[in-house]
């Protein structure tokens, strides 16, 4: 299937994105941050956002906590944004997190993880594993239900939301009722095969970008046996709460994105995975206007919810 009309369009009335690995990293970042937070925000409505501190494991680090419309207690999501664990904050993907409130009717707590090169592999996962904690700690203070908890992200944060998911496993708690993995790897390297060939030259996401925000993101080689960069090389994945997979159909990492989700069903896992046709990598942070953007989150949603009514019916 050919590029998405609406992309097509956009992309052909701005000049080409260069590539990544010439950019100085302040420089991409500021690109990016500018470029993200003039997107249009989706059309929805919540009680409250707010931006708080909480103890992480290098000190003080945010997080932004949405409150949908409704009776609490809600069901919690703890987000975590994309950006190759190089570039993005909590400004970059507020349209994601919103979205996903007001749609999954959860409050949702998105994650500003430390970012390298400047703090390498683990530290993200480091970060994020300790504001799920958080989260479950205050559950009540943020109208949250600690019974009723997810992981989600795009990108770089659906590796992070996959890994986390393992370590909760592996650490008993807390108990997650659902995984939202917007086309986040399940591999590293991504292997050089099939849509990293087809799409090596975008749209958008370049296989050498991909290759950049890896080189500035690991220590040594090592770190790709280590499950958190790859979560498809963890010992088991029985047992893991069931798993919402969104692939780009455009998308050079599209084939790593959805090898994990036969990995999860070989165990038992529940999967939903869905590949959206004419997509290209980074599509719902373009949530405000296009329609696939919509659709995925939508079915992102409709996912979760499906999981938590699941939860309260067993309860």
């Known amino acids: 299937?050919?590029?998405?009309?609406?992309?097509?369009?956009?992309?052909?009335?701005?000049?080409?994105?260069?590539?990544?690995?010439?950019?100085?990293?302040?420089?991409?970042?500021?690109?990016?941050?500018?470029?993200?937070?003039?997107l249009p925000p989706p059309p929805v409505t919540l009680a409250s956002v707010e931006d708080r501190n909480i103890a992480g494991p290098a000190g003080d680090m945010a997080v932004r906590v949405y409150t949908p419309e409704g009776s609490a207690p809600f069901p919690i999501i703890v987000y975590f944004h994309g950006g190759g664990f190089v570039?993005?904050?909590?400004?970059?993907q507020d349209m994601i997190a919103r979205g996903l409130s007001a749609g999954a009717e959860s409050v949702v707590v998105s994650v500003d993880y430390r970012l390298a090169p400047e703090h390498k592999f683990p530290a993200p996962f480091e970060d994020s594993w300790a504001a799920i904690q958080w989260a479950a700690a205050h559950a009540a203070d943020i109208q949250g239900d600690v019974?009723?908890?997810?992981?989600?992200?795009?990108?770089?944060?659906?590796?992070?939301?996959?890994?986390?998911?393992?370590?909760?496993?592996?650490?008993?708690?807390?108990?997650?009722?659902?995984?939202?993995?917007?086309?986040?790897?399940?591999?590293?390297?991504?292997?050089?095969?099939?849509?990293?060939?087809?799409?090596?030259?975008g749209p958008l996401l370049r296989m050498d970008d991909a290759h950049f925000f890896w080189e500035m993101f690991i220590k040594d080689e090592s770190d790709y046996t280590d499950f958190r960069a790859s979560p498809m090389k963890a010992p088991s994945h029985t047992g893991l709460p069931a798993t919402f997979i969104a692939s780009a159909e455009c998308d050079p990492i599209r084939d790593a994105v959805e090898a994990y989700?036969?990995?999860?069903k070989k165990a038992g896992v529940e999967v939903e995975l869905k590949r959206y046709p004419g997509m290209v990598h980074g599509f719902v942070s373009w949530l405000g206007f296009l329609p696939g953007a919509q659709a995925a989150m939508a079915d992102a949603c409709s996912?979760?919810?499906?999981?938590?009514a699941a939860v309260r019916q067993d309860a």
Not at 10 to 27: K, N, Y
Not at 167 to 191: D, Q
Not at 303 to 308: I, V
Request: proline share 10%.
């Open 1 to 38: 299937m050919p590029l998405d009309p609406i992309i097509e369009g956009m992309l052909s009335q701005q000049p080409e994105w260069p590539p990544i690995r010439g950019i100085p990293v302040d420089h991409l970042r500021e690109a990016v941050r500018s470029s993200s937070t003039q």
């Open 87 to 92: 570039v993005g904050d909590l400004d970059t």
């Open 303 to 308: 996912f979760a919810k499906k999981q938590f």
């Open 261 to 264: 989700g036969p990995v999860l």
């Open 147 to 201: 019974a009723l908890m997810a992981v989600a992200g795009d990108s770089a944060g659906g590796v992070i939301a996959s890994a986390c998911a393992l370590l909760a496993k592996e650490a008993g708690a807390p108990k997650l009722s659902a995984v939202l993995n917007w086309y986040g790897p399940g591999v590293h390297p991504i292997p050089e095969e099939g849509s990293a060939i087809e799409f090596a030259n």
